[in-house]
């Protein structure tokens, strides 16, 4: 990636809880349970599961920067919906968490050298990646969610 898209990818990367939180402005708070037929998630578990994945995005940005090479964990997002109940977390901590977090890689991030950029880690899922590799899934992976979420909601309006 070059050195201006990557600038850009990190800004949006960076607003991403602002996003996050005037897209949930449109989906009344009541229909956040709700689950379509097409869709095991609702808007609830999206959630709690950005939180969940920002922590192990955290943890990923770190061992990039600070031990490339390094082999990381894959979870299995489903599994941990089911075991740690999201229906029963919070939301507004969730939130809470998936901003500091967020913010904490941003500031790091917007830091980094030029070197770092082609710095790797091993993941079990998707083979080596590179911090490019790591901004582009993580730049993509709360517009994609708000995406999820209207559809749960258009789905939810249409059912009524």
Known sequence: MIPHERVQMIESYGSAHARLI?????FPREMWPYRSP???W?????????A???????IRCRTL????????MAYDENAWAKALRYGDQSTDD??????????????????????????TIDHPENGIMTMDD???VYERHIP?????????????RNRR
């Open 38 to 40: 097409a869709d095991p």
């Open 65 to 72: 920067v600070a031990e490339p090479g390094k082999r990381v």
């Open 144 to 156: 994609d969610h708000i995406e999820q979420m209207r559809a749960i909601h258009a789905a939810w």
């Open 94 to 119: 969730a939130l809470e968490l998936f901003k500091y977090l967020r913010r904490a890689s941003y500031n790091l991030i917007k830091t980094l050298p030029e070197s770092a950029w082609s710095n």
């Open 134 to 136: 790591w901004l582009r």
């Open 42 to 50: 609702s808007i609830h578990d999206i959630v709690v599961h950005i």
């Open 22 to 26: 005037d897209a949930l402005k449109e």
């Open 52 to 58: 969940d994945s920002e922590t192990n995005s955290y």
